[in-house]
């Protein structure tokens, strides 16, 4: 059953509640970049970055979910003749994340961390209006129910989950799992978003800030904590694919100060219009 429908820059989004979670439609989005939602639909499922993200979620949030399968079909991306449909990946991989349905709502649906996702994907200007709006909606909904909600901290806390997960399977050895020599690799990974995002590492920012309260993070802005939720998930997926640390400050530091960039000039906008 549809729930409720946003506006995003023009482009109408069908949200459903599919398992006691919010999923959005990726053919609604899929349409604020080209009328031929399938191909784009298609297009995302042909990357191979977009299919080790998925593979995560499942892994974290589907104890069904089939990684066997998963690796034959992440050996064949790329290539040039693979396709992958979502009906395939849902019948092969025992996927939860997203879906196919048909009907007067049909179309294909996506759990919100992997619809954001998606949206980045396809814009990082969209994704930006895109939780803008769903954080309105949802602040409407919990003030009518006396609730509190900030997007922003629950995907905060989706991707902090993807990303320690991809440093202790990629990084960590077996043996230092679930000990304190294992903080120390969550901390250096931390350290590495932190001079992406902030410029500084959490120690270097105390040394100059000794009579702040809290740390470097309780200090930052919600922007700058909205784009290091971002590189969360980036820097995981680079992680898995195998780049080395110095490579990845290098792609997050630049994708960073581009996300910033966006933000400050939806910001400048926004100033524009209340001067209107």
Sequence with gaps: MEKSKLKVQGTEIKLKRHNEQDYFSLTDIARHADERTDAIIQGYLR????LDFLATWESLYNSGFNSMNFNGIRQRAGGGAFVLSVSEWVEKTGAVGIFSSAGRYGGTYAHKDIALQ??????????????????????????????????????????????????????????????????????????????????????Q??????????????????????????MESINATLIEQGFTKEERLIIISRRAERELSILEEVKALKEMKKLK
């Design 47 to 50: 990357n191979g970055a977009n």
């Design 205 to 230: 920012w105390k040394s100059l800030n000794p009579n702040a309260t809290g740390n470097l993070r309780d200090s930052a802005s919600v922007k700058e904590l909205q784009v290091l939720a971002n």
């Design 118 to 203: 998606f949206a980045t994907w396809i814009s990082p200007s969209f994704y930006l209006y895109l939780i803008k709006e769903f954080d309105r909606l949802k602040a409407m909904e919990s003030e009518a129910l006396g609730l509190s909600w900030n997007l922003r901290r629950e995907i905060s806390k989706a991707n902090y989950t993807i990303h320690t997960d991809a440093v202790r399977t990629n990084i960590v050895p077996v043996l230092d799992w679930n000990t304190k020599r294992e903080s120390l690799y969550f901390a250096s990974e931390a350290d590495l978003l932190n001079l992406a995002v902030f410029g500084t590492t959490a120690k």
